[in-house]
């Protein structure tokens, strides 16, 4: 039997039933609604829900954890939960490998024919001008199925190179990754660490609520000053992010999926780390230091903290997430290409409006070659 489609346009369509199936079809933590769910909560007022619930007789076999942005270039504009400031990696379609290839072709047939107003219902329907979906992993099963099925249904599919995650693969002991760097490196993490061991830095741990609440604002300046220190903004200077990564936190620490750590030097705070987890990764989001104790060097002493922490926890990779900054590579982690899929309705205005923004990014690429066109003449 073909599965059916509905389109979840309120959280109050979600059951708590859905909400643990949702859950279950995740692949990691970043999938999974305490994230995604807090990320909705904080940013629903620039989006408007469209998850699709994919569903075989009285069966939920997938969930695509869409919204959609109306924007000036590309109008109405599809993406994943937990977009933009956010930058949430390795978003994918909650589906399991059995049911993959079935729902990326109920989900594609059902974009092709929301394109046409004339014979989808409207209930059933998502008008939509371009899809834009990124934070996906270059090699994920269902997301290139997905492309290919829309492809078959006519859709015009663009996949190109996004800017990936590195992960260090992590060995079996801590002496086994320390042996893995150079011997300047091997010096470092053993003076990072020695501060930690011999209490010059202590580290806490935050394991209930109550400890989130009494050091969150502490988490946040660290952040901030850090930030501000270097010349730049920060996260938490935006507050729709504030309030996510607020409930976000409280909600994986209660499912066992945040390892929030704070150092403290006399008494005061001087660095944090910010992690979401499971039993087989590690996933690094977001750090602060005290820059008035640079000297001591105290990011470092926490990252290599949760590196030891990861291996002795049984954990087999350590995700720095997305972007290509150079310190990563000391680290010896590894690239983890990731893949942008963009999709333009074949709808007529929304056609347009492609060609209208190409034509944009076109112009703009020619300036900045050097060809002179459009450059003043002399």
């Avoid at 290919?148 to 800017?163: K, P, Y």
């Amino acid at each position: 039997m073909t599965p059916s489609i509905e389109l979840i346009s309120s959280v109050d369509q979600l059951s708590q039933g859905d909400l643990d199936r949702w859950n279950e079809l995740a692949k990691n933590p970043l999938q999974r609604w305490e994230w995604l769910g807090s990320w909705w909560r904080a940013y629903q007022g620039d989006y408007r829900l469209c998850i699709v619930k994919v569903r075989r007789q009285d069966e939920t076999i997938a969930f695509v954890p869409w919204c959609l942005e109306i924007r000036v270039g590309t109008g109405k504009t599809i993406q994943f939960l937990g977009s933009g400031k956010a930058c949430t990696d390795h978003l994918s379609l909650l589906v399991s490998a059995d049911d993959c290839d079935e729902v990326c072709a109920a989900v594609a047939g059902w974009l092709a024919r929301s394109a046409d107003v004339n014979q989808t219902p409207a209930d059933r329907r998502l008008v939509w001008d371009s899809i834009e979906l990124i934070g996906v992993d270059r090699e994920d099963p269902a997301m290139n199925e997905l492309a290919r099925a829309m492809r078959t249904v006519g859709l015009g599919v663009e996949q190109t190179e996004g800017l990936g995650c590195y992960a260090i693969k992590l060995p079996p002991s801590w002496d086994e990754y320390v042996r893995m760097r150079s011997k300047s490196g091997r010096r470092e993490v053993r003076q990072a660490l020695k501060n930690i061991d011999s209490g010059a830095i202590v580290v806490q741990r935050i394991e209930c609520p109550r400890q989130l609440d009494s050091m969150w604002d502490q988490f946040v300046s660290l952040h901030q000053r850090r930030r501000h220190a270097a010349g730049t903004t920060g996260c938490f200077d935006h507050p729709p992010f504030e309030a996510f990564l607020r409930d976000a936190a409280s909600r994986l620490l209660d499912a066992g999926l945040l390892e929030l750590i704070v150092a403290t030097n006399d008494g005061v705070p001087v660095a944090a780390h910010f992690a979401i987890t499971d039993k087989d990764h590690w996933y690094f989001y977001q750090s602060g230091m005290d820059p008035d104790a640079e000297a001591l060097r105290p990011g470092l002493s926490m990252f290599c903290h949760a590196i030891r922490e990861s291996i002795v926890t049984g954990r087999t990779t350590f995700d720095m997430m997305r972007g290509d900054e150079p310190y990563k590579l000391r680290w010896r982690a590894e690239l983890m290409p990731a893949q942008e899929i963009r999709v333009c309705s074949p709808r007529p205005a929304a056609q347009l409006r492609n060609q209208v923004v190409r034509a944009g990014v076109t112009f703009k690429n020619l300036v900045k070659s050097g060809l002179g066109i459009g450059q003043p003449q002399t």
